[in-house]
């Protein structure tokens, strides 16, 4: 059975090259390698309130990718959530956090979703001030797994210790997550040793070409792979020591946050209306055909995690604990300057 997923559509869509690993794609690739080039929008107008009460820019590019994660902001989209608040949003499907990072820093997106480890290291490294808007998502079993192929003789991440595991980006979330993990089975890894970058829609090429032992993958590309009978999950990052991990959030640059705090405000609350719905996981599920290629049945299937409503601090620091653990930075990481709080 052929999963995918496409990109949200939208009366103001352009499309963009994807990038993209491997000379040939099976056809559950196919399917869902047409999300990285998509974009939409919602909403209808383009400049800023001229009555100072609504946000400074009305229209906003936000960053995307084509996870489970995601679902409430394409509620959010869907419901006129962002309408409600006077904001037109217009989405851009990206290949991982590195992406988020830089496009954040040209200013080609004012928000993106990214994972919050590419977000804190880009901030710890000066490569952009970033600032953390809204929550997105945390782990929960089998939303997150290691990957092998079905026939491989890989039972467990000591296994692996001494191959190639692909991650859709280096020293990021995922490689974090396969290193903990690992590391409570007495395993190490080297994140330019162990990893390999490979495109979330081109794991099943990478699986059956050899070019990486196993896959770090997230939903819906974790049942994906399973229902295609190319791989089998050799590792449940959902669970211990990784359960419930804060996984990604929504992020901007500082200057955006201090020079549009309505904007912020606005797709705050707009975001905050959607993660809400989430916790009803038919509202997920209804949503996850909009914009992919799943169908119903299929998206009913799907391993979801969990959708936070507020930013926690306290939850964020466990990042950063992981982070110093395995030598992602140095020194201690102030989350709670870089979270932007504001009222309803």
Not at 3 to 15: D, I, K, Q
Not at 264 to 272: D, E, K, N
Not at 299 to 319: C, E, I, K, S, T
Request: aromatic share 6%.
């Amino acid at each position: 059975m052929a999963w995918g997923v496409r990109g949200a559509r939208g009366s103001r869509g352009t499309r963009r090259p994807a990038r993209l690993r491997g000379a040939s794609l099976p056809p559950l690739a196919l399917l869902l390698v047409a999300a990285l080039a998509g974009c939409g929008s919602s909403g209808d107008s383009d400049g800023g309130s001229g009555d100072g009460r609504g946000p400074e820019k009305a229209r906003i590019t936000v960053g995307t990718m084509p996870v489970a994660d995601t679902a409430p902001l394409e509620m959010a989209m869907r419901k006129g959530f962002f309408k409600a608040e006077g904001l037109t949003v217009r989405t851009t499907t990206l290949s991982g956090g590195a992406e988020s990072v830089s496009r954040l820093r040209a200013g080609a997106l004012d928000i993106s979703f990214g994972n919050y480890v590419s977000y804190f290291l880009a901030h710890a490294n000066k490569a952009i001030d970033v600032r953390i808007v809204a929550d997105a998502f945390q782990s929960a079993p089998r939303t997150h797994a290691v990957l092998v192929k079905k026939d491989s003789p890989v039972k467990t991440l000591k296994d692996l210790q001494d191959k190639r595991i692909g991650v859709n980006t280096k020293r990021n979330i995922s490689a974090l997550l396969v290193k903990k993990a690992g590391k409570a089975e007495g395993a190490s890894f080297d994140d330019d040793k162990n990893f390999a970058e490979v495109d979330m829609p081109n794991m099943e090429t990478a699986l059956k070409s050899g070019s990486v032992d196993a896959v770090q993958a997230v939903e819906p590309f974790v049942s994906a792979i399973e229902k295609s009978g190319t791989g089998r999950v050799v590792a449940d990052l959902g669970k211990p020591p990784t359960a419930g991990f804060p996984i990604a959030g929504y992020a901007a640059t500082a200057s955006f946050a201090e020079e549009n705090p309505k904007t912020v405000a606005a797709f705050q609350r707009a975001m905050a209306r959607a993660q809400k719905q989430a916790a009803n996981r038919s509202t997920v599920v209804d949503t996850l055909p909009d914009y992919t290629k799943i169908t119903a049945d299929q998206a009913a299937q799907l391993h979801l995690g969990g959708y936070p409503v507020a930013l926690d601090p306290a939850r964020l620091r466990q990042v950063v604990e992981l982070m110093r653990e395995f030598g992602y930075v140095k020194r201690e990481i102030d989350v709670e300057p870089l979270l932007v709080r504001t009222g309803p």
